[in-house]
């Protein structure tokens, strides 16, 4: 049914007989503003039923006001709040499995886009928004369609009136006899039972993100990440145990790095040191072993900017995105200045040291080489010395037989031969060993 244009919610006002006051005067226009595009609230204007070229009648009915609720971008594949859209996707892949898909990615892209349009007319989105959504919704849908199927496949949904028998029984035959699907099926068993392979956790489907968002409320403040961690991956049952053995060393090694970071934070201010605060992400990302294929344990798909605060207000959604867009590149330039610093620090420390060194060590070698010169010079001296005696020696033995044979004869005494002259130990000696200097006395 059309609304009345001149419908205002009450009833249509009297008028004066005529001729007591004077004509009625003429009936004020009114006019109803459309819904505004940020609206909360959509009007439906016809009533099941009826037909929209039927006439407008004087009374109006009460347009019928269905609620929709307002979806805002929340990381790079979720949104917030995250359980209604979640829901709902489970729904449209029930009510539009119109054929026996294995997987999300054998349906066809006009179907996809025909369950995403079906999926957004339930929220509100802002056009700005709509190609993040339609990633988020690939992404998530895909997840669900595949936990959906091992569902069926493992007995869990034991009920699955959704599906058709006739599908289910291709379905189970393919599970039965394609060989790529089981191949895929054991490397993807082999990587989660492996220690660097898949992650053991109880969020269920349920982003970290929406985990945040709850903690918050409930500690009233905005939670750390080992709090987030420990709320993800230790039984409900009971908090004090771990869902398995890799979470519990994760976590004991991350209390015992952050403790060592503290120390030295506490020495480094005690000697009026400036470090910048600590970040616990750094930190966890150290532990874990940094991040493989764009993910870090304990964190999933959000890196550090996931512990961040963040608001549900559409108004602050692209603030929000132009900072976790920033947030790497100036981490990796803190990172980046942190190093530089040190190895300055490093570099003038060593050069300190060396020094040090050798002012304590290399004035006694100085020394010592100067005595072992000395020694070498007195050496050569000693050398040159015996060399002359003997030489004088064997002149003196030579002078001596000459005078016995002239002592025979009437021919007098050769003179004798002067005696060797003595070296300076002042004098500086070269001793070649190629060269002799010394006197012939013969």
Known sequence: MVPNPGYTGLPPPTWPTPGCMGPPPPPLPISIPPPSRNSNLLVDSETPGSSSTSPPSETASVPNVVTKQRLVPDGKISWL????????????????????YKK?????????????????????????????????????????????????REGVDTTHEWLIPAYKKLLEKYWETDEKWKNIRKKARENR??????????????PLSSTIERMKK?????????????????LKSDKSKWVDKRSQDTHEKFIKKLAEVQAQHVEAQAQG???????EDLIWEEVCGGQKKNRVYGKGAFFSSSIKSRTTSANSVSGRASTNQNFVPDLREQIHNLNEELFQRVTQQTDERISKLLDTHLAPLEKTQKKLEKLERAIGKA???????????????????????????????PPPPPPPPSISSDEDYDDDGDEDDTEDYS
């Not at 829901?87 to 119109?98: A, G, V």
């Not at 039972?193 to 349920?206: P, T």
Request: aromatic residues 14%; proline residues 7%.
């Open 193 to 206: 039972a492996s220690l660097l392979g898949g992650s053991v956790h109880c969020g269920g489907s349920i």
């Open 218 to 234: 409930q500690l009233d403040r905005t939670p750390t990440h080992e709090e987030v961690f420990k709320e993800t991956h230790t």
């Open 273 to 279: 040191m400036e470090l910048p605060p600590i970040d």
């Open 104 to 152: 999300f990615g054998d349906v066809p892209l006009l179907t996809k886009k025909f369950w995403f349009k079906e999926w957004k007319s339930h929220f509100l989105i802002d056009d700005d928004d709509e190609e993040f959504f339609w990633k988020a919704f690939k992404y998530r849908t895909s997840k669900r369609f595949s936990q959906m199927m091992s569902d069926i």
């Open 81 to 100: 709040p995250f359980p209604p859209g979640s829901q709902k996707i489970t729904e449209i892949i029930k009510k539009r499995y119109d054929k026996p």
């Open 383 to 413: 050398k040159k010395e015996k060399l002359k005696q003997k030489r004088w020696n064997e002149t003196y033995v030579s002078y001596y037989k000459k005078v016995r044979a002239s002592s025979s004869s009437t021919t007098a005494p």
